[in-house]
Every structure is written in structure tokens, then in C-alpha cells.
């Protein structure tokens, strides 16, 4: 497998524009997590979907944050309109929370650095 | 909630000798699981090892051991013989053991290799 593949790894924006980093999880995964982080705060965990369902998105920081997973092997990461504090690595990862010797281990990405100026 | 604390922001080491690294974790579950992830000047996260907190035995792989101590809620990282490809920064996770939506990281410690 070729593990958990985001796009873009880097992403250069200006203040207002729209961004969507993207994210294709492990195939036969059904967990799936978005993370944000920067020197100051540490990974952040901003929100994660279980069979494609978002369960928990306490941790986006505001309205101009969404994320979506329309299948099993894709989600996305929307931040509009960006922001230069939303300068940061974010981070996608996917998990089996079933039953095996895999569970609960997450799997990361490779990583979005997103600037935005 | 549940914390992770790593009170080591930096450590460095010899090439070929032992290093450990410390992490506690705060919970009032009694099944969960404990992580050390690795990350590189890439910037990649990549598993070490992980403890599940019913198994009184410490995980082991190859070079990197962890020291369980349950009641004290702590869970340190050894790395033997260490290599300058061990230098990146290290993060201990907790995760909860009925899901793992909820993993905690530490803020990391810098290791750092000398040759």
C-alpha cells in the first residue's frame, strides 16, 4: 500500500483565497483525521470522520474551516477565506479501529505546508 | 481530559549509546493505548511503537524499548545504540481504547545525534 497521500505538500496562498488540501486515506481504513501543526500550539487534532461520517469537529477553529469525505478514499480540508494565521502543517491520517493487531494505530501523511501571506 | 506531558523539549546523545526520553499521561480510563512517533526533519510521522495498557510487558522494537509504568502513569522511550538517523523529534501519544479519535499528543522532544 502507499500509505496515506495528501496533496498538495506545499501550498503558497494570499489572504482571502480558498485552499483545499486533500487527502487519500489507506485503502480499507475506516477512520480518518485531519491535524494541524505549528510551533506554537503542537498537533492539533481538527476533526475526524469514521465510515465517512464526521464524528467530532471540535477542534476546527472556526466557520472558515470545513472538511468532507464523500467516499472511503477521499477527503478534503477546506479553508475559505484563509487567513495568515492558518499558516501551519496539516497533517492527514487514517486508522482501523476494528479488531486486529493494526488497531488504533494512526497512519500519517506526508503533510500540507500551507503559508498564506 | 486526558494530557500527555514530555518535559524534555531537547535532548542529545552520543552515536551508539542509550538515550531515553520521557513522557506522563494523565486518565481515569484503565484500557488505552501508548504511542511514540517519530518525526523527521521530512516532517513525516512515523510510528516507533506502540503499548497497549493491559499488557504489563514492554513493547519492544529492535533499538527502541519503553519503560511502562502503569501506576505512575508514565511511559518513557529507550533508544540503544543510537543512530544518526534517530535524530528527529519524538512524540508520545495516548489514544483511548475503545476508539482512537480522541489521540493526545505530547509537544515533542528534540533528539539530537552526535557524531
Known amino acids: 500500500d502507499a500509505g496515506v497521500i495528501q496533496s498538495p505538500r506545499h501550498e503558497v496562498t494570499e489572504m482571502g483565497q480558498e485552499v483545499t488540501l486533500r487527502c487519500k486515506p489507506i485503502s480499507g481504513h475506516n477512520s480518518l483525521f485531519w491535524y494541524r501543526q505549528t510551533m506554537m500550539r503542537g498537533l492539533e487534532l481538527l476533526i475526524y470522520?469514521?465510515?465517512?461520517?464526521?464524528?467530532?469537529d471540535s477542534g476546527m477553529p472556526e466557520d472558515r474551516f470545513s472538511a468532507k469525505m464523500p467516499n472511503a478514499s477521499f477527503s478534503t480540508l477546506k479553508i475559505q477565506p484563509s487567513e495568515p494565521r492558518d499558516s501551519a502543517v496539516y497533517f492527514c491520517?487514517?486508522?482501523?479501529?476494528?479488531?486486529?493487531?493494526?488497531?488504533?494505530?494512526?497512519?500519517f501523511g506526508a503533510g500540507t505546508r500551507l503559508s498564506v501571506l | 481530559a486526558q494530557t500527555v506531558t514530555q518535559s524534555q523539549p531537547e535532548m542529545s546523545v552520543q552515536e551508539a549509546e542509550t538515550v531515553t526520553l520521557s513522557c506522563t499521561y494523565d486518565?481515569?480510563?484503565?484500557?488505552?493505548?501508548l504511542f511514540w512517533y517519530k518525526q523527521p526533519p521530512s516532517r513525516q510521522m512515523i510510528l516507533v511503537i506502540r503499548q497497549e495498557a493491559y499488557k504489563q510487558q514492554n513493547a519492544t522494537e529492535n533499538r527502541f524499548s519503553v519503560n511502562f509504568q502503569k501506576a505512575a502513569k508514565s511511559f518513557s522511550l529507550k533508544i540503544s545504540d543510537s543512530q544518526l538517523g534517530d535524530a528527529a523529534m519524538y512524540f508520545c501519544?495516548?489514544?483511548?481504547?475503545?476508539?482512537?479519535?480522541?489521540?493526545?499528543f505530547g509537544a515533542g522532544t528534540r533528539l539530537t545525534v552526535k557524531p
Open positions: 470522520f469514521n465510515n465517512n461520517v464526521p464524528i467530532d
Open positions: 486518565t481515569s480510563e484503565s484500557d488505552y493505548y
Open positions: 501519544a495516548y489514544s483511548p481504547g475503545d476508539n482512537n479519535n480522541d489521540m493526545r
Open positions: 491520517a487514517s486508522s482501523l479501529t476494528s479488531g486486529g493487531a493494526g488497531k488504533n494505530i494512526q497512519y
